[in-house]
């Protein structure tokens, strides 16, 4: 009993001390991050330096260290990151440009907001691409090719910009037109595995493709998006020529076949109430997610408001 | 008469050979789980491993090259064990009161309704309780945090919470089995309700009281999905009440589904330093309660001394009021659980049909929950379908077919009483290393219902075990005296007689397959497609429908309708089960109309 | 019964130097008792005395007894019931009645039923003859004919414990066993029983054991008296209640202990 009502008062004291000291300073910055494996995190990690240090870099054993602040909230989705910032006013996130909407504010990176046009020329400097991935260990089969040849052709485009991404470096010339051929393919289900930063497009795209032939597209297509390394290690394991693999990083590897699909901003997101930031540098943006900078207020904003 | 032979000889293989297959499903979890990570175990080092407080995992690791990644589980360990200390002093103390109150003041009008308070609450998918963190309790908390209100406050509370029932209900319990004439002999000395409750009946059941905190904390270390939705997870020590961290079972739900080689490894290994916590509390809960019994027997154990006897004059009081205020809370809980869920869940639920009867369309941006209702029909069939005869048949040979003591049998036993510990996580864990390379490596209906119909096993094979144990032997030794074989007297009389107990195994394993989702997550399917066709294809249940569209945050209304049906649901089948279960014990202990033929 | 050959046992019962231990507890010692073709025996003695372990040797129900051990011979006809003869066809033989009345949670018919059915009985009206003839041999048909398809729970102790009896009369016993079958019973059912076993004696025989003095004294052919897994006494139940030739056994029934 004792015990009890001793325990009962220290939690009151705590609640209470915590909201006291909590109420009237300054909040810290909540870092919002993916989790380490999601395609989004393993590109902003490899790209966000203070020209010494990456967020995510080989260290003198060899191995990787994150450096990524202790205290950030990992969230596993992007809707989840995006209702974490929105529904915080210190909170600081990232994500894909295509699933950015009005709940959150975003920022411009070194002066230059996530467009086509400072994507194309490289000055805004978080970009990713968005790959096809295919087996190189044995032919694909005749359906997965077409799909893909379908992937590879202009009617892509308007799947791409309905995502919000954009096609990298070529015109609309540039791509050869699909045309049909004269009966869908037979064979099993195309299995599409990988990132479901590409769900909308993908998804969007299988349909279309499958109002080419006029079959109903759950025949056609076997969908399981869980992110961009289960989609890597069905694509090696792909033992008959199926799978079509989706990334939101570059891929390097022996036994797969990558082609560009698109290009992706990461944009930089704040709640819409904070104004304290408008831009950042790749440093500074190191600095508040590695958890140097742990208030807004430390951030010199205005000389170089865009 | 060799008929007769047969038959026996059939009905002993059949269900010793359910017995033989509960143990080696067991052995065979441990197996694979230490096949699977003593690689990792080895690759990384113990050491390194389990002290280690970096974890920062690269899936280019492995077995044959040098580590690029660190694995170090250590800032888990330590959360974990936060996160559980958290629960046992939210949910132990109010969980403790509750059991004080119900069994000591409760009003005799009102005890029916609490004991289906505590039910419901013990029924509530963990999912369910996880997204009334983050929808409810993170926005109220982060008025006082320094963050958006996750961290060790708001996965205490909400461990607290959920496991609040299992204390209460195995406290009450310890409450009710102190004799009555202990409380009449204090009466009978003139002392109050309060002071004969507070100075003698809770001393006597202090045994069973701090076994069921134990039990607590079992379900606190297991516990996955709710506390992943409220901790902020990120891989590091637990530096305040609202700082991110993250605690064992979060770590391999959330990385499963990328891990590379070693990665994988390093996931089960941390499944295995999770069972050795959960062995330790189990291996707690064992001498705890042998000492209960040896207290029982002995009658003598020591009380307290002399300085809280002098303290003593206080806390009838104090420990009245707050047992009535626990229970006030528990009530409070549950009702602003429900209340909140089904305000916001409704509206949605009856504007929009195709929520729950829209077809499917492939990539539609109109989410529609029929795909999951039917897989998670198609889970329960199917996970039923093998654990309720396998449980059963293991049950009866357990019961009916050896002798009480033997070793075979204490083996078999203690195997089911382990299964029965292994937080669900780990299933989920071992369906990924051991079903899912069956079928080609993804994940289907088939491999989630057997994952999840082994998790099933040990619940059937107690609550048979129990009703076969309440069945009289004046039956069985009535049917064997005419000369009735042992499989006759089971089949005809015995099995019937305890049909209420095998009913409510079963009711109790629906609502655990509804209610579950670590073990579904990576095995069964977590994107929400078409209706699954066939057992091969992919599927999510109702519970990984919420944790996914309440983790999408795109849905969020959709989120609070599909709580709302997991509500329903359980609701639904605690009713149906009282109901049917009363009718049987009605039916054949007074006997009204029995079946002729 | 056409459906199964199953080998019928006789009537008499022989037992020679018989021993049982419980574990490490010798609970008969040297028993040697003959039991007669249809007679009725009461087997009197103090609580733990041994009287219903020796009973339940009759039907080898103390197989199912954990840690149990019997030695010596078990004879009924000549055959050795400890031998390699089937238990099952030997407790159709050997029927038993239990001291707490054990109706199946099933209708009355299917109680009586459940024997006949056991042993390949199948046609509806062989069934209803079977039973209709062993709830009259128990006398009970007459509180019982209009409600067969009852469950037999709702009857009263004394009913269910007739019910029992015409359960275990069903499939034709040529030995009962009764252990205490009125120990849980009223006067006036205890009496019905009573009258029952009178009747049934004449075809049938009959062991029973009984704490009731009086109810061995009038209702049995012989009697036998054990104490602490002996067999202090075994004779004509006249001469043993009126003149006993053991002191044990005249303390006993004169009440000076026990």
Redesign the interface.
Known sequence: ??F??S??LL?CV??LV??VA??H?E??I?VV?R????GTREAFDGMVTDGVHFL?E?DEN?????N?????????????????VA??R??IGYLSLSSVNESVRMLSINGAFPNEAALLDGSYPLQRPYVIMTTKKLPLSARAADFLRYLQSDSVKSHVEAAGCFLPGRGESALPAFSPLSALPSGEKI?LRGSTSL??LI??A??DY?KCYGV???DL???????S??G???VE?DTSGNVIGLSSVAVEADGINAHLLCLDAIAVVVHPSNFAVSDLSLAELYDIFCGKTQYFSAIEQGTKES | ?N??RVKEFLGKLIFGGAALFCAASVIAIFAFLVFKGFPAFQKIGVWEFVFGD?W????YDTYDA?????YGIFTMIVGTIAATAGAL??GG?LG??TAVFLTFFCPKKLQGLFASVIHLLAGIPSVVYGFFGISFLL?LL?L?????G?GLLAASLILGIMILPTVTALSQSALESVPQSYYDASSALGCSHAETV?RIMIPAARSGITASLILGVGRALGETMAIVMVA??????P?G????F?VLTANIV??M????EVHEGALVATGVVLLFFVFLINLLFLLRSSKAIREKNKKTSVRKPIV?QA?LPH?PT??RL?SVLSAAFCSTILLLLLGFILFRGLPPLLSRRYLLFGK?E??GAQITLLPSLIATLMAVLLSLGIAIPLGVMTAVFLHEYT???SLAVRLIRSAIDTLAGVPSIVYGLFGVVAFLPLFG???SVLAGSLTVSLMLLPTVVRTTEESLAAV?D??R?????????KV?TIL??VL??ALSGIFSAVILSIGRVIGESAPFLWTM???M??IPRSYL??GTTLSVALY?L?????H?EEAYATAVILILLVLSLNLSARAVIGHLKRK?????????? | MKA???PHFGQSIRVRHADLWYGAFHALKDICIDLPSRTLTAFIGPSGCGKSTLLKCF?R?ND?V?KCRVSGEFLIDGVSIYGKI?V??????V??V?Q?P??????I??NIA??PR??GVRKRAELDAIVEDSLRRAAIWDEVADR???????LSGGQQQRI?IA??LA?KPSILLMDEPTAALDPISTEKIEELCLELRKTTTIVTVTHNLGQAARISDKTAFFLSGELVECGDTKQLFSAPRDERTRRYITGKFG
């Open positions: 009993m004792k009890g009502k325990i009962l939690l705590c609640l915590s909201f909590c109420s300073v909040k810290k909540t991050v989790e380490v494996g999601s995510a080989t060899g191995r990787i260290r994150h990524t602040t202790a205290s950030a909230v990992v969230q596993t989705k992007n809707g989840a990151l995006l209702t974490s529904s915080d210190n909170a299995l769900e909308k998804l969007s299988a349909r499958a109903n597209p759950d297509f076997d969908v399981q998006l869980e992110g390394s289960v890597r290690k069905a394991n | 008469m008929k007769v970096v920062s995992p690269s899936r040098p580590l690029s990644g660190y002093l939210i103390i403790y009161f926005p982060s006082v945090s320094p963050n958006n996750s507070f902020g997870n990120s891989p590091t020590y530096k009440l609202f700082h991110s993250r959330m990385e589904g990328y891990a590379g809280r303290l806390t104090l420990g707050l499917y492939f990539g002798k009480k003591n490596g993804s994940s009289p004046g039956l030794e009535g049917s064997l005296a005419l000369g009735a074989g006759r005809r009389l019937p007689s399917g977590s994107v497609t078409a294809d992919s996914q309440a983790g999408e945050g795109w969020i054949s202990t007074k006997g009204k109309e029995a079946r002729s033929r | 199964r050959e199953i039907n129900m199912m954990e089937d099952n066809a030997l407790r159709k033989s029927g038993m239990f707490k054990n109706p199946f949670p099933m209708s018919y299917d459940y024997g056991t042993f067969l398809n009852r469950s037999a729970l709702g029992c359960r275990a499939v």
